[in-house]
């Protein structure tokens, strides 16, 4: 456990000002010690919240469903049963567990300022070099490539996939493995089918964990016990206590946490793994650092008991649906099965397209400039957090596209986030990615916003909170 030091204090790297498009020998062993983007003097919990600290059963807190409820308990949770079609008020939207419809619930309330994470810079959209790329593939497509696909994926796109996954994250695949997908999501679905189908009901999950990922598990009638998270990331004698057989993790940049899975903890990871455990990695926003040297997806060192996924959502746009998969060969077939049976391949123009922009260098320029552009967002976030919500504590702000401020503190955080969205700010209650009790918090994108419009939403969710007390 460690902290102390803002991750904007932090001095840069030497990975620094090179370019983004790393080889796979510069992608280094994350230390075994890893400095939490923390202001103030709390880490982050790694247990239970400590008896001073809200219970899930508190009002207004999320009641989530425990590991031990059967499948057909969760995929009625997943369905969103438990939820009111979603209005977007913010009584509506946190008023009670969070069904299936939560997240499009949220995304219809009407704000001045959208603080969701998940997003990049969506005005950063590279509309022209899109348009470009996309009228030299319609130039040059023969006709026969309007026709059915390959479920897999164009061959064009695969290939640049696995280039463009060599130069990122270390790994070296053949593009024959790689399966193009409709995101980390439609991934997760397809995966979920073809591990039930071998047996595996159960699938661990991180906690504090996305409880997006966790309402695709349900739906597919996978349970998800929660293995606890610290500021080395997983920790792995939590998940061999659980005895789940896979695990989803995403250890470049946890998620909401933002912690990157440290050395000491991939060793024993990659151990478990080893002794037969299956391991699912969610690359879902790993391109995007800043503070700290890129480290190598764990499927660079383990091909055959990873199961590798990753998107453009955080690259380009959500709304592409566009991502790929590899897993080990064992389950190549049942998933290109699951794949033909869930749409017959993704749209080719758009794998087209996408696959020009990878090999063009294109991408990779694009990655540049939301560096730049996310960090000045992110410095504004911290700075009008320590200005205006001295209390709260930030973490994991080195990466991604979003950080997490915790409240040392006894209350629910989705009236929090009630209270700021009916001021006009939208933000996730920690409590949403939790299985576990822990502290309050809430999970700020910061990517999406320019650097006035983030210091004014914070300036409002103090409001909000000055409110509640
Ligand atoms: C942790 C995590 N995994 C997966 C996804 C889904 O990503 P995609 O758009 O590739 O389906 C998200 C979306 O925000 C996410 O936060």
Redesign the pocket.
């Given at each position: 456990m460690s902290g102390g030091t803002p991750d904007a204090a932090q001095p840069p790297t030497a990975f620094d000002g090179t370019p983004d498009a790393v080889q796979p020998s510069t992608l280094t062993e994350p230390p075994s010690t890893l400095s939490v983007s923390v202001r103030g003097a709390a880490p982050i919990s790694a247990h239970p919240r400590p008896p001073s600290t809200p219970s899930s059963s508190a009002p207004g807190a999320t009641r989530l469903p425990s590991p031990a409820e059967p499948p057909s308990a969760l995929s009625t949770l997943a369905r969103g049963a438990a939820h009111p079609s979603p209005t977007g008020s913010p009584s509506t939207v946190f008023g009670g567990t969070p069904g299936a419809d939560v997240f499009d619930a949220l995304r219809a309330a009407p704000a001045k300022i959208d603080l969701s994470p998940?997003v990049p810079d969506l005005a950063a959209f590279p509309r022209g070099a899109w348009l470009r790329a996309e009228r030299g593939v319609l130039n040059s497509l023969a006709p026969a490539e309007l026709g059915y696909g390959a479920p897999r994926g164009t061959p064009v796109l695969r290939r640049a996939v696995a280039n463009w996954l060599a130069r990122n994250r270390g790994v070296l695949v053949d593009p024959d493995e790689v399966v193009i997908v409709a995101?980390?999501?439609q991934a997760l679905g397809l995966l979920a089918q073809v591990l039930r189908e071998d047996g595996i009901t159960a699938l661990a999950v991180e906690d504090p964990g996305?409880l997006?990922?966790r309402q695709h598990l349900w739906h597919w009638g996978l349970a998800t016990p929660p293995v606890a998270v610290d500021a080395a990331g997983l920790r792995v004698d939590d998940l061999r206590d659980s005895g789940a057989p896979a695990v989803v993790i995403?250890p470049a940049h946890q998620?909401p946490m933002g912690v990157v899975l440290d050395g000491d903890r991939r060793r024993q990871l990659i151990r478990w793994a080893d002794e037969g455990g299956l391991i699912v990695e969610?690359d879902?926003d790993a391109e995007h650092r800043y503070d700290r040297p890129p480290v190598p997806a764990l499927r660079s060192m383990l091909a055959e008991q990873v199961c590798y996924t990753g998107?453009v959502?955080k690259l380009l746009a959500?709304t592409l649906r566009v991502?790929w998969l590899l897993v080990p060969t064992r389950y190549r077939e049942a998933v290109v099965a699951a794949k033909r049976f869930a749409d017959l391949g993704n749209a080719a123009l758009p794998q087209l397209v996408l696959a020009s922009l990878m090999e063009s260098g294109e991408l990779e320029r694009q990655l540049r400039l939301l560096r730049r552009r996310h960090i000045r967002r992110r410095d504004a976030m911290i700075e009008a957090i320590g200005a205006d919500l001295p209390g709260a504590v930030v973490h994991g702000a080195a990466a991604g596209l979003h950080l997490v401020i915790t409240f040392d503190a006894d209350f629910p955080d989705a009236d929090l986030a009630a209270a700021a969205l009916a001021r006009g700010v939208k933000t996730q209650p920690l409590s949403w990615h939790r299985q576990r009790p822990g502290r309050p918090g809430l999970v700020l994108g910061y990517a999406a916003n320019p650097p006035t419009a983030v210091a004014e939403g914070v300036a409002t969710i103090a409001a909000a909170l000055r409110e509640l007390r």
């Open positions: 998940g995101g980390v999501a996305s997006g990922v995403t998620f969610d879902y998107s959502s959500p991502g």
